[in-house]
């Protein structure tokens, strides 16, 4: 049974950081590109990073680049989403998403909030 658990999400103020994590079972997860997307209230869900299967390359989008590092550990399963320097904008449902030729797994999203 796939599942994508993601956990670490809450209440920060502006200019905090949170550190989401994202444990992987039922899959090859070292076959994976493994990546975080967030979804804002009316707004389409949208791609923050991604980390290729070694974890050798990253991709940020513009809004978060210098601010939010994305990791795994092939060892554990896991990924991560350090964000750091949180704005009231990066409000939204944190997604975790794994992904292979034309295989799509999804967690099952992680609430952050950006508020003082």
């Known amino acids: 049974q796939v599942q994508l658990m993601e956990s670490g999400g809450g209440l920060v103020q502006p200019g905090g950081s949170l550190r989401l994590s994202c444990a992987a079972s039922?899959?090859?997860?070292?076959?994976?590109?493994m990546k975080w997307y967030r979804q804002a209230p009316g707004k389409e869900r949208e791609l923050v990073a991604s980390?290729?299967?070694?974890?050798?390359?990253?991709n940020y989008a513009d809004s978060v680049k210098g601010r939010f590092t994305i990791s795994r550990d092939n060892a554990k399963n896991m990924v991560y989403l350090q964000m750091n320097g949180l704005k009231p904008e990066d409000t939204a449902v944190y997604y975790c998403?794994?992904?292979?030729?034309?295989?799509?797994?999804w967690g099952q999203g992680t609430q952050v909030t950006v508020s003082s």
């Open positions: 998403n794994g992904v292979r030729l034309y295989t799509n797994y």
């Open positions: 039922g899959f090859t997860f070292t076959n994976y590109i």
């Open positions: 980390i290729t299967t070694t974890g050798r390359t990253t």
